[in-house]
């Protein structure tokens, strides 16, 4: 394995703007490319958007303007919302931008050229909401499973890439490589529908009735079916084929992914690259739905919570600015990914991301380090003390602490965000419960100075190694703590070990991080 890498999010749609779905799944892969930095590897995040297809062009239709002006605004709209939360993309890829169409038209040729795009007429249900077609025994009802609607019957001559060829091999690599989809249920997924013949892909548009597309190399009458134009922007990013990028990232491809985008990206999108010749991706990373009363981002009106409380959790969906300026951008970074537990569904309410806000940043995390800065400043001058003999009960404390980089870690590659952040978060706790045991309050009453120097040491370490953890989830208010701490310039405490802090340095007169919030008080 190469020391690099490179994790994607989907690139979202130009139709709507983003919300709590997409902040989630972009918050995810920034403090993923973030924890992979902080542990040593060369890591690279690419997100994006997708702006060809039906829907844009009938949303552009409807809205009296051209499809690339559609996609110019809400694009920028992406990529200005995602700075405001502190996530920072090494790349943003356009579909429309000319370094993704040569790289759609040259996979095309290739893929066509080997004999595995051919000719033919094709009659279907389709969904426009979807971009796709659908058999019978997929719909609802006859609706379609994931907007409702009742599908076109649109018959036509098309190009189709003969998926169908690479079903065996696919289920033999799922097979193989267990960890390829993860976690396990949405593998298991794929191979139940592998279970069934797997149709061959319809590829293209006629332009006669969709012109808002990549033009297919082969026939200039014919655009290209969205998903194979916008799953190629993970190669397209790289420069692919003769870039460096391609070079060094590709081979380590990380995707991640809400569920409703498991079958492009499990199924279609391993035969295209293995039909062009390109390695598949390492893991397909899926995590569940954030929904309003159980259903994905409040798309009904049933519900059993009360209808103010819905409301409120719908605005903060649809708005997750104001989210942020009710919890800070650190605070709903980090209670965001320690909420969800990866892979399944979760109910949002604004009280479940305050109440975790509360316990964890207000109360655990920051009157630790209050506690413990405000402790330096009045028994130790206000500068990092020496520590002196160590007991049992600091013994404790450091093992934890220095046991803590390699916990996370294995949460971290094993693709489980909360649990590496519980992990993290646990050792601020347990500096809470160690000054409780330790008292050094009354070791200072008592003049044992030696002991309050031990006492504070180890607590203000361990907080220290706690906020390099959690760097990667709260950039900003983690370097305000080391700062706090007289951590600055030093290599965050990754590698493990302990020892830090260097006695004698100053730290802050206080540490004010995460002022609590009232359950009931309206965001801003
Ligand atoms: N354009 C395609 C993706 C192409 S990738 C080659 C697309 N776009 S989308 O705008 O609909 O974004 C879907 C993604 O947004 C989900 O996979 C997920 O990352 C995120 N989410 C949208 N709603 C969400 C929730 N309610 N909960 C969690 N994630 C959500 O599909």
Redesign the pocket.
């Known amino acids: 394995m190469p020391d690099t890498f490179y994790i994607t ?5 130009v139709n ?1 703007e983003p ?4 902040t ?2 972009t918050t995810l892969a920034d403090a993923l490319a973030r924890y992979h930095r902080l542990y040593g590897q060369d890591s690279r995040f690419l997100t994006g958007t ?1 702006e060809h297809g039906d829907k844009v062009a009938l949303m552009a239709a409807a809205n009296d303007e051209t499809p690339q002006q559609l996609a110019d605004r809400v694009s920028g709209a992406f990529r200005a919302m995602w700075p405001r939360f502190d996530i920072a993309p090494d790349d943003f890829i356009r579909t429309t931008e000319e370094r993704h169409k040569r790289v759609v038209q040259e996979i095309l040729q290739k893929v066509y050229d080997a004999g595995d795009i051919y000719f033919g007429e094709y009659g279907g249900l389709y969904c426009v909401g979807c971009e796709r077609f659908y058999t019978e025994k997929e719909l609802v009802d006859g609706r379609c499973p994931q907007h409702g609607t009742v599908p076109q019957y649109i018959a036509e001559q098309n190009y189709f890439f003969r998926m169908g060829r690479y079903q065996e091999w696919l289920i033999g690599l799922l097979t193989e490589k267990p960890d390829l989809v993860r976690p396990e249920q949405y593998r298991r997924e794929l191979l139940a529908f592998l279970r069934e013949p797997l149709d061959d892909l319809c590829i293209s548009r006629p332009k006669s009735r969709l012109t808002w597309g990549i033009t297919l190399p082969f026939d200039e009458n014919y655009v290209t079916y969205v ?1 194979f134009d ?2 190629i ?2 190669v397209s990013a790289l420069d692919y084929p003769d870039g460096d990028l391609y070079q060094r990232y590709w081979p380590s491809a990380q995707h ?3 569920k ?2 498991l079958k ?1 990206h499990g199924i279609y999108w391993p035969c295209m690259v293995q039909a062009a010749g390109i390695p598949v991706y390492q893991h397909l990373n899926v ?5 309003i009363g159980g259903f ?2 409040g798309k009904s009106d049933r519900s059993e919570l009360q209808e103010a409380e819905r409301q409120e959790a719908l605005r903060l969906f649809r708005d997750p600015l104001a989210l942020s300026g009710l919890l800070g951008v650190d605070g709903m970074r980090y209670c965001l990914l320690r909420e969800m537990a990866f892979g399944n569904d979760l109910d949002f309410t604004r009280d479940l991301l305050v109440t975790r806000y509360n316990a964890d940043l207000a109360h655990d995390l920051g009157n630790g380090a209050n506690r413990a800065v405000s402790m330096i400043n009045r028994y130790c001058g206000g500068v990092i003390p020496e520590p002196g003999q160590e007991f049992d009960v600091d013994r404790d404390l450091r093992d934890a602490a220095a046991a803590a980089p390699a916990r996370v870690w294995a949460h971290v590659e094993a693709m489980e965000p909360s649990l590496a952040l519980a992990e993290a978060i646990g050792l601020a706790q347990r500096v809470n419960r160690y000054l409780e045991d330790k008292k050094p309050w009354t070791a200072f009453k008592n003049g044992d100075i030696e002991g309050v120097g031990t006492t504070l040491y180890y607590a203000a370490e361990t907080l220290g190694i706690a906020a390099s953890l959690l760097l990667p989830a709260m950039p900003a208010k983690m370097t305000e703590l080391r700062g706090a701490l007289g951590l600055g310039a030093q290599p965050p405490s990754a590698s493990g070990g302990w020892g830090y802090l260097d006695p004698g340095t100053p730290v802050a007169r206080e540490a004010r991080l995460f002022p609590t919030i009232e359950r009931d008080s309206a965001a801003s």
């Open positions: 999010t989907p690139i979202y749609y709507g919300h709590l779905g997409s989630y799944t997708d998903w916008a799953l922007n993970y991640l992914v809400a409703d985008i492009p995590h569940g739905y954030w929904t994905k981002g």
